[in-house]
Every structure is written in structure tokens, then in C-alpha cells.
């Protein structure tokens, strides 16, 4: 094995709570974000998304949200706030990191296949939330070539869309 670690956290998700969590009770841990932290909000997320509840609402563990209008509604600052708290709770991410493959040993630990190299764990936290990838109903094949889909995680404005009326398909906010 590359290395040794207690618990191995594959990243996404509320991994800094995780993190937070595990530190106050002296756990070693390491965090693997494919991408960097926040990514989804830096390159899944439109120009203009703003979150439904009021910036007083937002806290994490040990960190709440600071800004100038508690009753506003927090849009892009929000990657700010999730990178400031990796870096304030002193979070051991490693950006970059993909893993390809998760294994039990017969030992019962587990080994986290990475492009860096292998992780044995006794212990792994996946992390990465129930949206990671787009789901584009079969369906959407059948509808006629000049109507034009864009799946939510590949819009940014409304640029990006010919003029005319516009209908929007899905769950979530």
C-alpha cells in the first residue's frame, strides 16, 4: 500500500462537517475532492442561482456565514463561505484526487484506488452526494431536433438559450 490512514472521506457532499467533526474528536482523516472544494458550485451552477432561505439561516459546524444583509439570499458567495471553511476548520483535503475504485481487503480495511496511488483505510465515508451525474430521461431522444435541451448542470445564463419561450423540466429547486 501507498499509505495508511484511519478514515478516508471520497469528497463532495458535507465532507468539511465530516472533517470538523472527526478533528474534534482526534480521528485521522484525509479528504479526496476529484475537483476542488465546492466544486459543483464553481462549475455546475448558473451565473444568477441564488439559495431559497435567508444568509442568517447558513452555518456549518463551528462556523457561521458572515456577510452584510442576514435577510439577503446567498448566490456565488456561497463557494467563498465553503472554501473559508475547509481552510478555518484546517480540513486535510486533497484536491485533485479521483478515486476509480473502492475494495474491502479480507482484513476487512479498505483500499482506495486513486490516479495518486492506493489508500488503505479502516474506515471510509463516501461522501459525494445523490446527484453526482446528470439523469437525462430516455424520452428526451424522442423530442424533435430544433427544441433545444440543456441539462441544469451545463446551464450558466440565459445566454446560452435561442430566443422563445422556455420550459423547464425536474425536481429540486
Request: proline content about 6%; aromatic content about 10%; some cysteine.
Amino acid at each position: 500500500m501507498n499509505e495508511q490512514i484511519e478514515t478516508v472521506i471520497i469528497g463532495g457532499g458535507h465532507t468539511g462537517t465530516m472533517s470538523y467533526y472527526l478533528s474534534q474528536l482526534g480521528r485521522e482523516h484525509v479528504i479526496l475532492e476529484r475537483g476542488r472544494v465546492a466544486e459543483k458550485w464553481i462549475s455546475e451552477r448558473w451565473d444568477s442561482f441564488f439559495f431559497q432561505f435567508p444568509n442568517w439561516t447558513i452555518e456549518l459546524p463551528g462556523y457561521k456565514y458572515q456577510c452584510d444583509d442576514p435577510d439577503g439570499l446567498p448566490g456565488t458567495e456561497i463557494i467563498r463561505f465553503l472554501q473559508n471553511y475547509a481552510h478555518a476548520i484546517n480540513a486535510p483535503v486533497r484536491p485533485g484526487v479521483n478515486v476509480i475504485a473502492l475494495e474491502q481487503l479480507p482484513s476487512g480495511k479498505y483500499v482506495a484506488r486513486t490516479e495518486a496511488g492506493l489508500i488503505e483505510a479502516t474506515n471510509v465515508v463516501i461522501a459525494t452526494g445523490q446527484y453526482q451525474k446528470p439523469a437525462i430521461p430516455q424520452m428526451s431522444a424522442d423530442v424533435r431536433d430544433d427544441v433545444f435541451q440543456i441539462h441544469s448542470n451545463k446551464y450558466r445564463n440565459s445566454n446560452q438559450l435561442p430566443p422563445g419561450a422556455v420550459l423547464v423540466v425536474g425536481a429540486g429547486s
